[in-house]
């Protein structure tokens, strides 16, 4: 099969290239996924899960890319709950090759149902920021109805995702970002937005929690805003600072097949919409991976066409 894989830590996104690898394995309780349209993250060349299995073991050469939409083709000794033919979406683990490729083997409990009326390069948008969204928001930032939430970085992936379903469960919602994501992120529901480059940070006032995407001084200078009780998240990296009366998480995203049903269901009724950037074939990955400056939503690849 083709795929893009990488083999030297020290040749970062240069080091990506097209190649042929041999056809995956389905381990047991994995299935193998035809891929028709996968995500990738521009900073996974630096997980130390690109460039090693579980026990440390070096696994080079790696294939990137940890979001997927595709349709299951095998089915690995024990597997239940998934069958042959179904289309799915969801996350690869860290740990083990990426959907950057015409097929992957993944645990099957990490992958969901996917409508039959959801594209794949729709699909592909949502693992990663559907749940880091919810897991952040409501299991690490137990947002409540009525309370205040500053999102940060509001019209990315992540963000707005937040914010939408911030908005839908009764809270007020402040959204950050970059003058030109104003009208962005008042559209995905935000009450107020904040320009980082012209607003006071602390012209948001108290809040309840603050959902950090951006890490940094932005992350620091915002536990003073954390009202007492309240709470910081952050997936950028682990907090410095603490909310003098509050507390600050950081976490990294698990696989969820029965929330990516519900954010499937969400996206399928049109209570939920992704930012689908440019969508590019297996080829042009490692360009993808090098496109420079901000870009206007997620870049996806898209693998096989077709349903």
């Known amino acids: 099969m083709h795929a893009i894989t990488v083999s030297d830590p020290h040749a970062g996104l240069a080091g990506l290239t097209l190649t042929t690898q041999p056809h995956p394995h389905a381990a047991e309780n994995d299935v193998i996924v035809r891929v028709h349209a996968a995500g990738f993250t521009p900073g996974e060349l630096d997980w130390p899960g690109t460039w090693s299995d579980r026990s440390g073991r070096d696994r080079t050469p790696s294939i990137p890319g940890h979001e997927l939409s595709g349709v299951v ?11 042959i033919g179904q289309r799915v979406f969801g996350l690869c683990d860290w740990s ?6 015409e097929y992957v083997a993944v645990e099957a409990r990490n992958l ?4 039959a009326d959801i594209d794949h390069t729709v699909a592909a948008t949502l693992p990663i920021s559907g749940l880091t969204a919810w897991q952040g928001i409501f299991e690490h930032g137990r947002l409540e109805t009525g309370q205040t939430v500053l999102i940060h970085g509001a019209a990315g992936g992540v963000g707005s995702i937040a914010t939408q379903l911030a908005r839908e469960a009764g ?7 970059r003058p030109a994501d104003r009208e962005t992120v008042l559209d995905l529901g935000a009450d107020t937005f904040l320009d980082l480059d012209a607003d006071q940070l602390e012209d948001a006032g ?5 959902f950090d995407v951006i ?14 009780g309240g709470t910081l998240v952050t ?5 410095s600072l603490q909310p003098e009366n509050g507390r600050a998480v950081f976490f990294v995203v698990e696989a969820d097949r029965n929330r990516l049903t519900d954010l499937a269901l969400r996206l399928r009724d049109g209570r939920l919409r992704t930012i689908l950037g440019a969508v590019r074939p297996l ?16 870049t996806i690849i898209q693998v096989a066409e077709g349903n």
Do not use: M, W
């Open 206 to 210: 108290e809040v309840d929690l603050v």
């Open 171 to 177: 809270a007020r919602v402040i959204g950050t970002g």
């Open 215 to 228: 890490g940094g001084d932005i992350r620091d200078r915002s536990t003073a805003l954390v009202r007492a």
């Open 112 to 115: 969901a149902p996917l409508p």
């Open 235 to 239: 997936i950028a990296s682990p907090p």
């Open 73 to 83: 083709t095998e089915l690995g000794y024990g597997t239940t709950g998934l069958t």
């Open 283 to 298: 080829a042009e990955a490692p360009s993808a991976f090098n496109s420079p400056g901000r870009t206007k939503g997620k």
């Open 96 to 101: 083990r090759n990426g959907a950057l490729a």
